[in-house]
């Protein structure tokens, strides 16, 4: 099947994901969705941080159910494997954030979600 247009899932995730309010952002995250990784880095509080890496499968459809993995280079033993419908994800590499130093991170919602079970439909 040949991969959709910008504008096919522009049309598909908007919905699910704030709309033409939040145009730019979605046109960045679906972009970032179609490379299925993200290079980031998490800053921690009195500490130097953690870079981590977060990729997933291929998907077409914001209500599909993409399988991700979370891994810390420096820590080969820290192992997260996870589903998710994808407009999910969609949402929270929307709100990624560009740290000081000029690496990414993805918002505190995806990490409560991941380590507490937070609701990622409940904004903390």
């Not at 504008?7 to 299925?36: S, W």
């Not at 599909?64 to 994800?89: A, G």
């Amino acid at each position: 099947m040949p991969p959709l247009s910008d504008a096919a899932l522009r049309a598909l995730f908007a919905p699910y994901c704030g709309g033409v309010a939040r145009e730019v952002e979605l046109l960045a995250a679906l972009q970032l969705l179609n490379q299925q990784q993200l290079q980031g880095f998490r800053s921690v509080e009195g500490g130097l941080g953690h870079p981590y890496t977060l990729s997933w499968l291929a998907v077409r459809s914001p209500l599909e159910t993409t399988r991700c993995n979370l891994r810390f280079p420096e820590r080969p033993d820290l192992l997260y494997d996870f589903e998710l419908v994808t407009h999910q994800l969609v949402s929270w590499l929307m709100d990624c954030r560009e740290e000081e130093h000029g690496s990414v991170d993805l918002p505190d919602g995806f990490w409560q979600w991941l380590l507490l079970g937070a609701d990622p439909a409940v904004e903390v």
